[in-house]
């Protein structure tokens, strides 16, 4: 079945400093992928997404490339804030059979100490 | 719009009790969703209501669980005897009928002593 593999938390950084989470996924199909993120008391947010390779998905400086040859999405940002501390959850969904179910990782937790 | 809401958002029960969990999502989305996550793992899909009808139920782990939403409006997933290892986050997601857009609820945290 599908799967998602991300990185063990927790990742601790300084501000301005450079973040990479890794996730690579397994899947029977042709997927879409997102990145997921929870803020301290909140619901999941849809933070990013790509549906085909080599998309690129972006926001609030978040970046992530669709790499089909090596089944990875991994999540990048440039300079992370103490506001981006927060579980990141990397998730696949299947386009082909019509099922909408996410497959999600285990999350990891990323603080950004000032 | 008002959010996809949740509650209780914490709920402490014994072992062998009842629990019911109430999701009320947005307003006009036919699709609703329940996941879960245990002791930190990785967030699993439960099942997938459209509108009344249950599409999707292969994540349910066993008859204990019982989900419901009557007149497609709002949803409830009671745990019923509760065991241990139904202790985690339970999230509830809902998009529109056509949308693979997921908004989810905040979660209730759900502990069995």
């Known amino acids: 079945g599908d799967s998602v593999t991300q990185m063990e938390g927790p990742v601790t950084l300084s501000e301005e400093a450079f973040l990479t989470i890794n996730c690579t996924y397994t899947a029977t199909g042709y997927p879409s992928l997102f990145w997921y993120v929870q803020y301290p008391g909140e619901g999941l947010q849809l933070l990013l997404k790509a549906t085909k390779a080599d998309d690129k998905g972006s926001n609030k400086g978040f970046e992530a490339t669709y790499r089909k040859e090596t089944t990875s999405f991994h999540l990048e940002k440039g300079s992370v804030q103490v506001s981006d501390s927060a579980v990141y959850f990397c998730a696949l969904s299947e386009r082909d059979t019509g099922r909408r179910a996410l497959t999600f990782g285990s999350g990891t937790r990323l603080q950004v100490q000032p | 719009e008002a959010g996809v809401t949740q509650f209780p958002s914490h709920s402490v029960i014994e072992k062998g009790q009842t629990v019911t969990l109430r999701c009320d999502p947005i307003?006009?989305?036919?699709?609703l969703y329940w996941y879960r996550r245990v002791m930190g793992k990785e967030i699993k899909f439960l099942l997938h209501f459209v509108k009344e009808s249950k599409q999707d139920e292969s994540g349910m782990p066993n008859n204990r669980f019982l989900a419901e939403r009557t007149g497609g409006t709002y949803s409830t997933l009671k745990v019923q005897p509760a065991e241990l290892e139904d202790s985690g986050v339970y999230f509830c997601?809902?998009?529109?009928?056509?949308?693979?857009?997921?908004?989810f609820g905040s979660g209730t945290r759900l502990t069995v002593v």
């Open positions: 307003s006009g989305h036919d699709n």
């Open positions: 997601a809902s998009s529109r009928l056509e949308n693979y857009g997921y908004t």
